[in-house]
Nanobody, 115 residues
């Protein structure tokens, strides 16, 4: 069993930055692929970025060049550094851990980009 807790969300002005953290409890963190998703009001949850167990990263085109996903297996944590934030980045951001036939989700953290 893995429990995920996100933190670091908040209110930021357009052009600003935030760093989201997701900390996992339980064992075997290094074997999970990790990802960040987001869900805006009235919209479906969408994938933002992912990092494999070996450290390979991928990004949605909407955040490429602005967001950076990273992981620290010694701390059972994954991060999302978000720069040059836009109002359309406003959403609840969720962390996901996955390996074959197993998926865990966190509860989410709110990110609001507004002046």
């Amino acid at each position: 069993q893995v429990q995920l807790v996100e933190s670091g969300g908040g209110l930021v002005q357009p052009g600003g930055s935030l760093r989201l953290s997701c900390t996992a409890s339980g064992s075997g963190f290094s074997f999970y692929s990790m990802a960040w998703y987001r869900q805006a009001p009235g919209m479906q949850r969408e994938w933002v970025a992912g990092i494999s167990s070996t450290g390979s990263t991928n990004y949605d085109n909407s955040v490429k060049g602005r967001f950076t996903i990273s992981r620290d297996n010694t701390k059972n944590a994954v991060y999302l550094q978000m720069n040059s934030l836009k109002p359309e980045d406003t959403a609840v951001y969720f962390c996901k851990a996955a390996k074959p036939s197993i998926t865990y989700w966190g509860q989410g953290t709110q990110v609001t980009v507004s002046s």
